[in-house]
């Protein structure tokens, strides 16, 4: 213990060697603080600048989701294989244990359901309870073009603003209608509009043509949703194809909970993203765990 009997001058002070200011990583991240780069630095891994988050917060507005049902069952096997559990708090706290070191992105956004018009959505969780629960960031949807676009927007900012004031970032989802088209010209909307209102980080589709130009036009990192459950490896090769193409990451949920093999499938996922595997070589990596766990 440090006491004031036996102080000892310092006498290396390293002269030769200059300090380092190191950039930060990763895109448009740069002048935000030093907090707020390390709740990013816990989502997106520093080596390869991207980041697996597993999203399961699907309850919020439809219940109990296939491959949902149980979140302490379906989910927990799977967290160690992320390096993002994104969720609702009631999930977290109720199905997911505290001893989870994985970084949590919390949704805080609801007031709708499958029953009702989805872009009607406000902010349900305050910035203190984000807090608690030690959240790396907070997210809600952008619902450009939809009847509810301006209070979604609103919502989204009053989430940054909180966000900005205790260093929580906020990732903007971009929530697209049954009748929008999920093209470039939509894309390069709904993203540039998130990344200019001050989101830190977005969430879009990916599409074919033009996903690089949405990506190049928009100053912050984009993550891909998964959508609707493919087959696995055309869901390896959308999580490529959108890597490729300047994604930093993806932001999957039916695609891992819904396979015959999720934690095959998340551990494929992790490879096509932070190893650039390609998906022939990742669907080998499912398979290897699907027959595994078959053996057992
Ligand atoms: C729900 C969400 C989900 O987190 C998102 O859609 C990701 O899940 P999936 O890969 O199943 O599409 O934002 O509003």
């Given amino acids: ?113 499958i029953l009702t018009e989805l872009s009607n959505e406000a902010i349900n969780v305050e910035i203190e309870d984000a807090i608690r629960l030690n959240a790396c960031a907070m997210a809600a949807q952008v619902y450009i073009g939809a009847e509810y676009e301006h209070k979604s927007i609103m919502n989204v900012s009053k989430l940054i603003d909180t966000g900005l004031r205790y260093g929580i970032p906020t990732l903007a989802v971009t929530g697209v209608g049954a009748e929008m088209k999920r093209d470039m010209r939509y894309f390069l909307l709904a993203t540039r509009i998130a990344a200019e209102i001050g989101a830190h980080y977005v969430k879009s589709y990916y599409f074919e043509p033009g996903f690089e130009n949405v990506v190049a036009a928009c100053p912050v990192p984009i993550v891909i949703a998964g959508g609707k459950k493919l087959p696995e490896l055309e869901a390896l090769e959308m999580a490529y194809n959108a890597c490729q193409a300047g994604a930093a990451g993806v932001d999957m949920g039916r695609n891992i909970f819904q396979s015959d093999c999720p934690t095959g499938m998340i551990q494929a996922v992790n490879a096509v993203v932070h190893e650039n595997e390609t998906p022939k070589q990742a669907i080998k990596i499912y398979e290897h765990v699907k027959n595994e766990i078959a053996k057992n």
């Fill in 1 to 113: 213990m440090a006491d004031k009997d036996d102080v000892k001058e310092g006498k290396e002070f390293y002269v030769d060697v200059p300090a380092k200011n190191e950039p930060f990583y990763l895109k448009g991240s740069g002048s935000l603080d030093w907090g707020m780069q390390n709740r990013l630095a816990r989502i997106f891994n520093p080596k390869s600048g991207r980041t697996v988050m597993l999203a399961f917060d699907h309850g919020y507005f439809q219940g109990p989701t296939t491959g949902l049902e149980r979140i302490d069952v379906n989910i927990r096997p799977l967290a160690e294989h992320a390096d993002v559990l994104m969720c609702t708090r009631g999930a977290l706290r109720t199905s997911i244990p505290a001893s989870n070191t994985k970084a949590i992105v919390l949704r805080c956004s609801a007031g709708q359901s």
